[in-house]
């Protein structure tokens, strides 16, 4: 299909960044039109973005929003395309805005993030085409021999000297484990994170890019991948910041459980173990090589292997306010 820009006549560019894997513009619409998201694949991806398949797509029209609206893409050629009501993503808020200001905002999006999702596990992966986890394909083949591009043989090689074999074939078996097909598999987001949960601006409604990355499988790899994101920077921000810093981030995380509302279990653990590893992988094969950051997040998966990863759902009592 070939690109068609007139959804964009009149429109202003807002942001645009990318990795080698994915690259996003974001653009303002005319006469509060709200915005448009435009993700398309990076220069490194050897498959195109894919929009969620039909039979899943009418099945989500059917939830109710309970935290966030599910924006689901348009396929417009090889891009696809978001409405959404912000310009930016609650990631960038975390990076750039203080403490007293994104924190507060932060956890009630994240808890809006975790009702979205329990509602979107009340599909059933026997009512939707059946799809693998990205996530896990990508680490899986990685784990084997290291192969990828940018740095990715880099980092193979700095993990497995700072994990050893032991922790090395746990996470391997893991891996294994979530490959595998699951009794209770539902619909998953497949990749669901701060990147992707785009505030709302003037009190409209936030909104959850869903569809790109959409799975099948246990719903604690979804809840796993949102709590593995959060406990990699928690472990970033003791490592920067000290404990006290520590735990006033781990109220983000408590947000998100308490929004989903149910028992966090051990599976979940590795699921977000899993997670980090998986994320410290695509940024050396897409971004670069990190010589403070790298170091810093395979101690967190160090830890988390001899945990079973319990630290990934250990996050405190609820914030009171």
């Known amino acids: 299909m070939p690109n068609d820009d007139r959804f964009l006549s009149g429109a202003s560019l807002v942001d645009s960044y990318g990795t ?10 005319p006469s509060g039109g709200g915005f448009r998201w435009v993700r398309s694949a990076g ?10 398949p039909a039979a899943a797509r009418r099945r989500m029209r059917e939830l109710p929003a309970e935290g966030m609206d599910f924006s ?22 975390l990076m750039t805005q203080s403490r007293d200001h994104s924190y507060p905002r932060a956890r009630d999006l994240l808890m809006g993030l975790g009702r979205n999702l329990g509602e979107l596990h009340s599909i059933s992966a026997r009512d939707v085409q059946d799809q693998g986890h990205p996530g896990i394909s990508r680490l899986s ?10 740095e990715s043989g880099r980092l193979f090689t700095a993990a497995r000297k700072r994990l050893g074999s032991e922790r090395w074939n746990l996470i391997r078996g893991w891996c294994e484990e979530f490959g595998m097909p699951a009794h ?6 497949g990749r669901p994170g701060t990147g992707l949960v785009v505030p709302g601006t003037n ?45 006033e981030w781990s109220t983000l995380g408590r947000a998100f ?6 028992g966090l279990s051990a599976e979940t653990g590795r699921a977000a173990t899993l997670c980090v590893l998986n994320h410290v992988r695509d940024y ?13 997040v395979l101690n967190v998966i160090a830890e988390e292997c001899d945990r079973g990863g319990a630290g990934m759902i250990e996050w405190g009592a609820a914030h009171d306010g």
Do not use: K
Request: proline residues 7%.
């Open 20 to 29: 080698g894997f994915t690259s996003t513009s974001v653009y303002r619409l």
């Open 203 to 247: 009190g409209s409604r936030a909104a959850l890019l869903t569809g790109e990355d959409m799975a099948t499988g246990r719903p604690s790899l979804d809840i796993g991948w949102v709590l593995g994101e959060l406990a990699e920077l928690r472990g970033v921000v003791r490592d920067q910041s000290g404990e006290a810093a520590a735990a």
């Open 43 to 52: 220069p490194e991806r050897s498959e195109p973005m894919r929009p969620p």
């Open 141 to 150: 083949g990685w784990l084997g021999d290291g192969s990828g591009a940018g």
């Open 257 to 262: 459980a308490d929004g989903y509302g149910r």
């Open 184 to 189: 209770d598999a539902v619909l998953l987001h």
């Open 284 to 296: 050396c094969a897409y971004v670069e090589w990190s010589e403070w950051w790298v170091p810093t």
């Open 72 to 93: 689901l893409p348009e396929s417009r050629g090889h891009r696809l395309v978001y409405a959404a009501n912000g310009p930016e993503s609650l990631a960038n808020i």
